[in-house]
Nanobody, 124 residues
Framework: QVQLVESGGGLVQAGGSLRLSCAAS????????MGWFRQAPGKEREFVSS????????YYADSVKGRFTISRDNAKNTVYLRMNSLKPEDTAVYYC?????????????????WGQGTQVTVSS
């Protein structure tokens, strides 16, 4: 079992920045691909970014490319999402997720473990 706990969400003005963290329990974190997803009010949850076990294979949704940066620290069992130039449309609950495989994926169905989510609100 893997438990994921997100932190770092909050209220920020448009153009501002936040860094989300996702701390994972367990000794197998370094072998798992990780992802960030988000769900805005009234919308379906969508892919934001993902990273493979090594941190070398990374994907971003087009909507966040160039503004968000995913990274991981396997020694700390933590994955991060640095969010710059935030826009009101980035407002959502952000979820961290873990695969049971080392290769990354953009599909929600490929992730076995999910955190509770952290709220990000961007004011205009």
């Amino acid at each position: 079992q893997v438990q994921l706990v997100e932190s770092g969400g909050g209220l920020v003005q448009a153009g501002g920045s936040l860094r989300l963290s996702c701390a994972a329990s367990g000794r197998t974190f370094s072998s798992k691909a990780m992802g960030w997803f988000r769900q805005a009010p009234g919308k379906e949850r969508e892919f934001v970014s993902s990273v493979d076990w090594s941190g070398s294979v990374i994907y971003y949704a087009d909507s966040v490319k160039g503004r968000f940066t995913i990274s991981r620290d396997n020694a700390k069992n933590t994955v991060y999402l640095r969010m710059n130039s935030l826009k009101p449309e980035d407002t959502a609950v952000y979820y961290c997720a873990a695969r049971t495989y080392s290769t990354t994926s953009q599909a929600q169905r490929d992730y076995a473990y999910w955190g509770q989510g952290t709220q990000v609100t961007v004011s205009s």
